[in-house]
């Protein structure tokens, strides 16, 4: 069994290369029987599960600020609902959500409706760009003290690799910040470059 963490995600992937599931709490890692049990009886397909676990996290750190939100339905000519976002308390979704629902006789139906739309499409945005870019890997066989660093990005739940293993951490994190301090021009060469590969890939 296999481990593997992202930078910036919250839950380590547990998987035997087909399978996998969600580890929250490190101490879990210990007990590999009942690890193989969980992955025998919970797993489910490793792309699968790695997309949910990145998306889990980048859902919880979005933040939704109401002016935003008024801009989307002044977008689409709805200026009773735009004037309505300024009663929202918070900006965090959760919060803004029971409200609204605690609200409905003033915030209506066509409000919610909007208000999921908005929330929606800033989840698929930011699920897009952690995507898109790339990220440290930590990669380890349960039990073994070894680990290895790549640099990679995982769309779609599917793993790209973009370098080779790295010897440790700090390394990885040194060549990731390399690679974001390029030209501007360089980096859009670089990621075109990316996606006509990706494209070539697809083809085969």
């Known amino acids: 069994m296999k481990v593997e963490s992202w930078q910036g995600i919250n839950g380590?992937?547990?998987?035997?290369?087909?399978?996998?599931?969600?580890?929250?709490?490190?101490?879990?890692?210990?007990?590999?029987?009942?690890?193989?049990?969980?992955?025998k009886q919970e797993g489910k397909p490793i792309d699968e599960v790695r997309k949910a676990l990145i998306k889990n996290t980048v859902k919880r750190q979005i933040k939704t600020d109401p002016l935003k939100i008024s801009s989307w339905f002044n977008r689409h000519q709805d200026s009773k609902n735009a004037k309505k976002t300024e009663k929202l308390v918070s900006d965090k979704p959760t919060h803004q959500y029971k409200q609204i629902k605690n609200e409905m006789t003033f915030f209506g139906e066509s409000f919610l409706e909007g208000f999921l739309g908005f929330y929606g499409l800033e989840v698929d945005n930011a699920l897009g760009r952690y995507e898109h870019n790339l990220h440290v890997l930590e990669a380890q066989e349960l039990g073994q003290s070894e680990k290895e660093y790549y640099l990679a990005t995982s769309e779609n739940g599917r793993v790209k690799l973009a370098t080779d293993p790295l010897p440790s951490q700090q390394i990885a994190e040194e060549q990731l910040n390399k690679f974001y301090?390029?030209?501007?021009?360089?980096m859009q060469a670089e990621q075109i470059q990316l996606r006509t590969s990706e494209d070539d890939g697809k083809e085969e």
């Open 181 to 186: 301090q390029h030209e501007p021009e360089e």
């Open 12 to 39: 380590k992937l547990i998987h035997n290369g087909q399978k996998a599931i969600v580890v929250k709490d490190e101490q879990e890692l210990a007990d590999q029987d009942k690890l193989q049990d969980r992955l």
